[in-house]
């Protein structure tokens, strides 16, 4: 339970106006601290659908779906448009940018091992770099 002190209501209750009792399903999900977890749990999905969901599956996985209807409201209050949609999509171009960087230091670093040492040795370390650099080379799907 995320009762702090011995009246004290978690954020659901708080946001609801109403005591918050010992058997409350939100508290251990909302504490009284963290009032802006149940206001963008409660715009997005609302107060019967939680508990219509948390109602519907094991007891085991409450604490998994309420972290995940957390995070999907929170990343929905930070995303309005395109939710977690466009959280994962600004991942992506993170990861593809980094992608990209990478397969040109590779190139950079072989061109250079290259230019110093003239060719790689067969059966080398340069082996290992050039198929590196050619795996690195691969097109993202950016």
């Known amino acids: ?6 009246n004290q209501a ?3 209750c708080k946001f609801q106006r109403r005591k918050c009792s010992a058997e ?3 508290a251990p999900y909302f504490p009284a601290d963290q009032p802006k977890l149940f206001e963008n749990a409660h715009s997005l999905f609302g107060v019967s659908n939680i508990l ?5 599956i094991d007891p085991s996985l409450r604490s998994e779906a309420m972290r995940s209807i957390i995070y999907e409201s929170n990343i929905r209050a930070r995303f309005p448009v395109d ?9 992506f171009n993170q990861l593809c940018t ?3 960087e990478l397969a040109s230091l590779t190139e950079q ?3 250079c091992h290259r230019s110093e040492n ?9 082996d290992a770099a050039m198929a590196m650099a050619v795996a690195a080379a691969q097109p993202c799907l950016c």
């Not at 939710?83 to 991942?91: T, W």
């Not at 003239?118 to 340069?126: E, I, Q, R, S, T």
Request: hydrophobic share 45%; aromatic share 4%; glycine share 14%.
């Open 10 to 12: 978690c954020a659901a």
């Open 52 to 56: 219509k969901i948390l109602s519907s």
């Open 24 to 26: 409350c399903q939100f």
């Open 83 to 91: 939710g977690c949609a466009g959280a994962i999509r600004q991942l």
């Open 109 to 111: 670093i072989v061109s």
């Open 118 to 126: 003239g060719a790689f040795p067969a059966g080398d370390v340069g």
């Open 98 to 100: 980094a992608q990209m």
């Open 1 to 6: 339970m995320a009762k702090e002190g011995p």
